[in-house]
């Protein structure tokens, strides 16, 4: 089963943008949806992620970013407000059931005056 993100795009500093994932397919019993991100040159890292129960960030996105989600559609979401050149990058969503961990193949997110 894919994933398939959306989203992404070019905004200046300051902007916004709302990154969504859905799966392309059935996946059942998922505990936890969220994203990572790198950076170019960057390794991999946390953003967020959200289960039934709590959500979690990343430092670097607190208060800026919210994530959601809708059981009914299998989807995820990502609002990302008051954007900055550092986050620019690829970003990855996941879903992870107890056995398996789905990703999206990445959207670009580009922030640049």
């Known amino acids: 089963v894919q994933l398939q993100a959306c989203g992404g795009g070019a905004v200046q500093p300051g902007g916004s943008l709302r990154l969504s994932c859905a799966a392309a397919?059935?996946?059942?019993?998922?505990?936890?949806m969220g994203w990572y991100r790198q950076a170019p040159g960057k390794q991999r890292e946390f953003v967020a992620y959200?289960?039934?129960?709590?959500?979690n960030y990343a430092d670097s996105v607190k208060g800026r970013f919210t994530i959601s989600r809708d059981n009914a559609k299998n989807t995820v979401s990502l609002e990302m407000n008051s954007l900055t050149p550092q986050d620019t990058a690829v970003y990855y969503c996941?879903?992870?059931?107890?056995?398996?961990?789905?990703w999206g193949q990445g959207t670009l997110v580009t922030v640049s005056s």
């Open positions: 996941y879903f992870r059931t107890r056995a398996v961990v789905y």
């Open positions: 397919g059935n996946i059942f019993s998922i505990n936890q």
């Open positions: 959200i289960t039934s129960a709590n959500t």
